[in-house]
């Protein structure tokens, strides 16, 4: 699934004069193009171009990819033939015309993402949000990498802790921030590691789209992986302003996800120190 074509334009003329030919298409058809490239595309097929689906004899659009737009056309003109220019295989991710730039293209979808809620793109504090939108993700998404380089414990065999660590996440059902602290703590057998990478761990794993839960899960499991260590805890309190700003407006609704591996799940009183190192630091 990560195939990228870009094709050129004898690809797209060839393909075109073999679908006219294949339809039967000629200069009296009248056609109707898919916004936007289905309609960039009508206009090189020489027949009638119309400006809306109930005018035409057929509907073009450029990329047969989920189906989702072709179902939406045959609900809505059920009698009118929907073709697609190329079909998408399993393998490929993207395919791109020779009429469209990755980088513009991609700042064109935002500019149409601020249409379709209403905005009004070319106001002077919209003209330059689609690329500062794109930025903002492109850097978030992509945290530094680290290596979790490990050391001999020696005689290291008491609880690690690192409290109030505090991470940044986008809820992936909503695209909205999560945010909080995390407490996160292992024992050690044979290795420690130093405590700023704890935080970093909980960093790589925040900066996606995610939901708590699966942070939580992810940071405990990676450090177990790193650590082999006798027990790890992970817990994170967090706002999510999906709920906050919208829905059930359950304001200061504190979010708490756990998940603690080996000493912290069977021995009640490393479990008891561990909460109780949290919730004491907490008042
Ligand atoms: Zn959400």
Not at 25 to 50: D, R, W
Not at 176 to 193: E, M, S
Request: glycine share 4%.
């Amino acid at each position: 699934m990560n195939k990228i074509v870009e094709l050129t334009w004898k690809d797209v003329l060839s393909r075109i004069n073999f679908i006219k030919k294949k339809y039967d298409i000629s200069s009296k058809t009248k056609i109707y193009g898919v916004p936007k490239n289905g309609m960039v595309l009508a206009g090189f097929f020489g027949c009638k171009n119309v400006p809306t689906p109930e005018d035409a004899d057929i509907v073009i659009d450029d990329i047969l990819d989920s189906g989702s737009t072709k179902k939406k056309y045959k609900k809505l003109y059920p009698k009118k033939k929907f073709i697609t220019l190329f079909n998408k295989d399993k393998n490929t991710k993207w395919v791109y015309f020779p009429f469209e730039k990755q980088t513009e293209d991609n700042e064109d979808t935002i500019v149409r993402l601020l249409q379709i809620i209403g905005e009004d793109p070319n106001r002077e504090g919209l003209k330059k949000t689609p690329k500062r939108y794109l930025d903002l993700f492109a850097e978030f998404l992509n945290p530094t990498k680290f290596d979790m380089t490990t050391f001999n414990a020696e005689k290291t065999d008491e609880m690690i802790v690192q409290l109030d660590v505090p991470f940044y996440s986008f809820c992936e059902h909503h695209l909205l921030p999560f945010f909080g602290k995390g407490y996160i703590a292992y024992i050690p057998d044979k290795k420690i590691v130093g405590l700023s990478k704890l935080a970093r761990t909980l960093e790589v794993f925040s900066r996606k789209l995610q939901n708590q839960e699966r942070i939580t899960n992810q940071v405990a499991d990676y450090l177990q992986s790193k650590l082999d260590a006798k027990g790890v805890a992970v817990v994170l309190k967090a706002r999510h302003l999906c709920m906050e700003m919208r829905g059930i407006k359950a304001a200061d609704a504190t979010t708490i996800t756990s998940k603690l591996l080996g000493y912290f799940r069977t021995d009640t009183r490393t479990r008891a120190e561990f909460l109780n190192l949290i919730g004491n630091h907490r008042n």
